[in-house]
Structure formats: C-alpha cells, structure tokens
T-cell receptor, first 115, second 114 residues
Framework: EADIYQTPRYLVIGTGKKITLECSQTMGHDKMYWYQQDPGMELHLIHYSYGVNSTEKGDLSSESTVSRIRTEHFPLTLESARPSHTSQYLC??????????????FGPGTRLTVT | KNQVEQSPQSLIILEGKNCTLQCNYTVSPFSNLRWYKQDTGRGPVSLTIMTFSENTKSNGRYTATLDADTKQSSLHITASQLSDSASYICVVSDRGSTLGRLYFGRGTQLTVWP
C-alpha cells in the first residue's frame, strides 16, 4: 500500500466557492501528478510537478491551479467552483525507477460535486 | 495519436470462473505497459508492468501477456473471487517520456457474482 493521502475524500460545494484539494505523500517522491477522471472514462493528466517549485499543465486543460512548496505536498485549488468541475480528482507520485519507467502510486481520490 | 483501447467495456462472470481482458494500443515509441486495478471510489493499484522484451508476467491469479509486434496485451484472471470486482485499466508509457507520463485506457468493469 502506497503512502499517498488525499483529503477530503468527498466534497459537495456550491457554485462560486473556492476549494483546495490536499495531496500528501511520505515516500520522498520528486514527481507528483493530478488526474481528473469522470465515470467510465480514462484518467486525464491535468497538472504535474518535477519537484519543489516546479509545476506544469498536463494534457487536459483545467481551470485549477497547483503549487509545490514542499516535496511531500501538492495541493490543487479551484478559485471559483462550477458544476462542470464535478469529477473525481486523483493524485499520484513517482520517484522509483521500475522497468525503465517510473512507477506511479495513486491516492484514494477526492470525489468533488459542485451544485 | 497515442491511444489505448480496452475490451470488453464491462464483463460479468461467476465466482470461480476465469476471464481475459484485452488491451490494444498505438502508443509509440513504446516503453512499458501496466495493468491497474481500481476499486470503486479508490485510486488505481498496479498489478503488473511489462517492458518491450517481456511477453508474460504473473502476479498471483493475474497473468498479463504482451505482444509488442501487434501492440496487444491481455490480462487473464484465474479462479475469480468476489473481491476481483473492479475496473481493470491498461496503461501504456512511451519511451520518450522522462516524466513517466502515461496513456490510460477507459478500463474494463468486471463484476464477479457469487
């Protein structure tokens, strides 16, 4: 079981509210990722980080922002939540090279519902 | 365009039976292929990872195969258990990606009935 944590696990919030989804890992991994997943659909990369003070946008355009001030912490923020942001958000980290690529470990996810 | 396609979309089997899930990909240049198990409301957990030179890998009752020439993989589950009910996701990584970025299939939703 990987040591990567996400809070909250479930969040129901009204339109226009600011929210922050927390992600922490205790494995000392350099690389961290945020994915968005809708029911029955594939995971889409929305943000990633190579390390402290590094953040990049992923393949799927997202109105969210991220920060990486500490190695172990990679929070995602939505300044003004909208119903279109309703989705599952998965955080992952990697840092151990396995079979020529980096194994990614996933957190349990945050199920966000914007009403 | 790099893509990963999985079939069937969903599958129902009886406890104790075997099943095989399929994955076709167009990701190039290929680095490795992984199978993940995702329980409802949870994050994916890695089952197997195979590189270009590996054509089979087992993890308990799970056996994955890879044909890099035809760009196909399968995941065989033996003697299924109720706890095998989950989504099984095929994930391919390209060789040019130092980040370790992954291409995800939509998954096969497996339901095991008693």
């Amino acid at each position: 079981e990987a040591d990567i944590y996400q809070t909250p696990r479930y969040l129901v919030i009204g339109t226009g509210k600011k929210i922050t989804l927390e992600c922490s890992q205790t494995m000392g991994h350099d690389k961290m990722y945020w994915y968005q997943q809708d029911p029955g659909m594939e995971l889409h990369l929305i943000h990633y980080s190579y390390g402290v003070n590094s953040t990049e946008k992923g393949d799927l355009s997202s109105e969210s922002t991220v920060s990486r001030i500490r190695t172990e912490h990679f929070p995602l923020t939505l300044e003004s939540a909208r119903p279109s942001h309703t989705s599952q958000y998965l955080c992952a980290s990697s840092g151990l090279r396995t079979s020529a690529s980096y194994e990614q470990y996933f957190g349990p996810g945050t199920r966000l519902t914007v009403t | 365009k790099n893509q990963v396609e999985q079939s069937p979309q969903s599958l129902i089997i009886l406890e104790g039976k075997n099943c095989t899930l399929q994955c076709n990909y167009t990701v190039s240049p290929f680095s490795n292929l992984r199978w993940y198990k995702q329980d409802t409301g949870r994050g994916p957990v890695s089952l197997t990872i195979m590189t270009f030179s590996e054509n089979t890998k087992s993890n308990g009752r799970y056996t994955a195969t890879l044909d890099a020439d035809t760009k196909q993989s399968s995941l065989h589950i033996t003697a299924s258990q109720l706890s095998d009910s989950a989504s099984y996701i095929c994930v391919v990584s390209d060789r040019g990606s130092t980040l370790g970025r992954l291409y995800f299939g939509r998954g096969t939703q497996l339901t095991v009935w008693p």
